[in-house]
């Protein structure tokens, strides 16, 4: 088994990584605009996903008083760990 992934809290320079796996999965609204936008309501809610010292993954959890949003979880294409594409 391979090193696992860690998550952490996004940096604010990394939200034109979260646009651009977005991007490659054809969601056209999710631009960087978006994750901005997410990024200044709630910062902690944005996390990244690393292996072996390297984003690849993201995630949007937001709260917005007593309800919340949890999406945007997207994973670079070609990892092992995710190679046959389930959530198509």
């Known amino acids: 088994m391979g090193t696992p992934?860690?998550?952490?809290?996004?940096?604010?320079?990394?939200?034109?990584f979260a646009a651009s796996l977005t991007l490659g999965e054809q969601?056209?609204?999710e631009t960087i605009e978006e994750f901005e936008a997410f990024?200044?309501?709630d910062p902690a809610g944005c996390l990244v996903a690393e292996l072996d010292a390297r984003p690849v993954g993201i995630g949007v959890?937001?709260?917005?008083g007593t309800v919340g949003f949890l999406g945007q979880i997207v994973?670079?294409?070609g990892l092992p760990c995710?190679?046959?594409?389930?959530?198509?």
């Open 5 to 16: 992934a860690t998550v952490r809290p996004m940096r604010g320079d990394e939200l034109g």
């Open 75 to 77: 994973v670079a294409p």
């Open 27 to 29: 969601w056209h609204s």
């Open 39 to 41: 990024f200044a309501h």
């Open 82 to 88: 995710c190679s046959n594409r389930m959530g198509r």
């Open 61 to 64: 959890a937001t709260a917005y």
